[in-house]
Every structure is written in C-alpha cells, then in structure tokens.
C-alpha cells in the first residue's frame, strides 16, 4: 500500500491493476484485495484482468509513460511491458540478484541472513531479472518477524519509487545490470510451514519469524495442533529429552526439546482456540486433563 500511495502523489495516477476477488474467510465470500479497497480512494480505474496477454491486446493503443509493480504475484508478458512508454518498474523486497521469486522477505528471515534490502529494477521479460534503477541495503533486527519486515521494507519501497519516478520524469534513469549470483525463491508450500523439532534451534526460531503471523508456522505439541507465532532460544537441556518434548514454563513462555537444546515459545495459537502465551497454553493443557 506505501508504493500506491507514493505512486499516486508522485504521478497523474491513470489506473490500478488488482488480482480479481478471491475467496477467503469461513464462508469462502469473495473478498477484493488491499489494493483494489484503497483504490476508491484515487478516482481512477481498476483493472482486474484474469488474462494479462488479453489486457495488453486491449490498452496497447493508450498512452502511458510508466507502469509500476508491488506485490502483484504475477509475471507480466512482454506484451504488456511494451504498453508503457519508458517501461515498467518493479518494487522487489531483496538485494537483487539474491532472493528472486515469490517469498524474499520469507527466505532472509529463514535463513538468519543480518540484511536484505530493496531494488527498484526496470522490468523485462524475465523474473525480476531487469536491471536496476535504485537499490538500498536493510538490517534485519534480531527480533524481526515476516510482518514487522514487510512493513518496514514497504515503507523504504515507497520512498525509493518516489525517486525512480522523480529520475524518470527527468529522463534520467540509469539502468545498470544486476551483478553478483542470482538466487531463486518459491512460494510457500504446506509442508514449508511444518517444524521439525530435531532442527537445531537457530533454525526453528528463524523458521517461527519467517511466517509469523501469517502463514504461521506449526507443529504438534503435547497432541495439540499449534501455530507458532514468537519464539527464542532456550537453555541447553538436561538429560534424555526427546525433540519436540514439552519439558516445563518458562516465564511467559513453554519450553520445548530441540535438536541441540531447548526452543522457548512465547506466543502460539492451539487449534480453534485464540492467540495465547505460552504459559497460558501449558495452563490450558493442565485444565484439559483434569
């Protein structure tokens, strides 16, 4: 949303491009997205093409100066990147080349990485492949999750938009090629998301960060089904633990067997029940078994 916005005060806004409706909730209503919510805001068209080949066909006789892509989800043919008479821009939350794909917020929080960044790249037919216009580098706090980084590297994009705009009414973007090893990432599976506890714990805490609070992280615990929402490393353990065994309270927090210790879950949420501590989820086990 910080990219429309900077967009629409950085440009004469001419239309929005949304994903269609989707199903979501219980009750499977369709549901439009964030973006198509705020566009009322603007006064401008939106466009919601399920065949994007199909919407170029249909614009390719209009005047546009320059396209501009966050978050979308989709690749953009070469068709429609030919609209646009500078081109199309692309918003993308990593050090690019490294993290290219769906999930690069997802990927540098699971794999403990101290920084990421974002890149304005212009687009071209490849996998934000295009070359760079703006690129700045990010810390990653230890006490990051996927939706305190989102928001914040959202924020940085926004700004970082506004002076590719700035450069481009200038006629003066520069695109340079991206250097380094590409890297590629995926979107998340079902099976991504499950917690093995013979992991060493590093990896289970950096795993709980990378889709906390949604997708959500899970596991079994004690026979109950959990999403993991905040967790951090425990003391070494003592004895014979089996991973994924729940040994004590800690504090706020349950204490849980590892791969090399103990992993300390803050705040969790046990199937059909409401986001809770973990002290207060090793209470309602000792209720439950009364």
């Known amino acids: 949303m910080p990219s429309l916005q900077a967009v629409a005060q950085a440009s004469r806004l001419q239309g929005i491009i949304s994903q269609p409706d989707r199903p979501a909730g219980r009750g499977q209503k369709l549901r439009p997205t964030p973006v198509?919510?705020?566009?009322?805001?603007?006064?401008?068209?939106?466009?919601?093409?399920?065949?994007?080949?199909?919407?170029?066909?249909?614009?390719?006789?209009?005047?546009?100066?320059?396209?501009?892509?966050?978050?979308?989800?989709?690749?953009?043919?070469?068709?429609?990147?030919?609209?646009?008479?500078?081109?199309?821009?692309n918003v993308h939350p990593s050090l690019l080349p490294h993290y290219r794909g769906a999930t690069p917020i997802q990927s540098a929080l699971r794999n403990g990485d101290a920084q990421?960044?974002?890149?304005?790249?212009?687009?071209?037919a490849g996998m934000d492949t295009g070359p760079l216009i703006l690129q700045t580098t990010v810390q990653i706090e230890p006490q990051d999750t996927y939706?305190?980084?989102?928001?914040?590297?959202?924020?940085?994009?926004?700004?970082?938009?506004?002076?590719?705009?700035?450069?481009?009414?200038?006629?003066?973007?520069?695109?340079?090629?991206?250097?380094?090893?590409?890297s590629v990432t995926k979107p998340l599976s079902k099976g991504d998301l499950i917690i093995d506890w013979e992991w060493p714990g590093e990896r289970i805490v950096n795993a709980i960060r990378a889709y906390s609070?949604?997708?959500?992280?899970?596991?079994?615990?004690?026979?109950?089904?959990?999403?993991?929402?905040?967790?951090?490393?425990?003391?070494?353990?003592?004895?014979?633990?089996?991973?994924?065994?729940?040994?004590?309270?800690?504090?706020?927090?349950?204490?849980?067997a590892c791969g090399d210790g103990t992993i300390e879950i803050e705040r969790m949420i046990p199937a059909n029940r409401a986001a809770m501590t973990g002290e207060a989820f090793v209470r309602w086990l000792k209720a439950q078994a009364k």
């Open 213 to 256: 609070p949604q997708p959500a992280a899970r596991s079994m615990i004690a026979g109950v089904a959990v999403k993991l929402l905040q967790a951090r490393r425990g003391p070494s353990s003592e004895g014979d633990c089996a991973p994924g065994e729940l040994l004590a309270s800690h504090g706020d927090a349950l204490v849980i």
């Open 36 to 89: 198509k919510t705020a566009a009322a805001a603007y006064g401008v068209p939106v466009y919601e093409p399920r065949s994007l080949k199909a919407f170029a066909s249909e614009h390719a006789g209009e005047h546009y100066d320059l396209f501009v892509l966050a978050s979308y989800g989709r690749i953009l043919p070469a068709e429609l990147l030919e609209v646009p008479r500078i081109g199309a821009l």
């Open 147 to 182: 939706a305190t980084l989102h928001d914040r590297l959202a924020k940085i994009g926004a700004k970082l938009i506004t002076g590719a705009i700035e450069l481009a009414t200038q006629d003066e973007l520069a695109p340079r090629p991206q250097t380094g090893e590409p």
């Open 116 to 124: 990421t960044g974002v890149s304005i790249i212009m687009m071209d």
